[in-house]
């Protein structure tokens, strides 16, 4: 896995053509909830997992083409782990995860157009710090996420057994000020 950072957004960047941003946060109406769950389930992901993520201070970003989620991300402001290793919390810092843009939207530049512009509303929220990972294999959200204004700040490795228990991690970090992105262990 690969943890990329970067810092808040300055300024306001262009929303897509057609596209409004969807924030759904907190207690989110139903029908905001619904929207979310919708996303996650053309995604392909569990049912479930919208109101527990929600409860826990998570946000759910995305963009909206005629009433329909058609690309998005959450943010969460603790609990980050990749592998066996725990990412520190830190004031200002945010973790995103679990992006995905639907098939026949892909190669419009939603997915960076998206974390710019979470960089920027969160940024107006004093967020100073964005953390975010990626399998290493997956070299086209990679490069989404460097078009998104983020650079390479360590690379984890560890093994999974069972499909279930992570271990035998280690970290390679590329900036000085990664190791602060760590919990000590």
Sequence with gaps: MTVLWAPRKDFGPGCPNGCVLARIAGAAPTADQDLANEAMKAAGEPNGLVAPRLAHGDEFFGWMIGGRVVSFGWVTYRDRTIGSFKLAEASGRVFLYNFHTLGCYRGQSLYPA?????????GLEKVTEFVIDVNVRNTASARGIEKGGFVQAAQVAFLTLFSRWRCLGSRTLFERTAAALFRPS
Excluded: G, I, T
Excluded at 114 to 122: E, G, N, Q, S
């Design 114 to 122: 998206l974390l710019l512009a979470m960089r920027y509303v969160l």
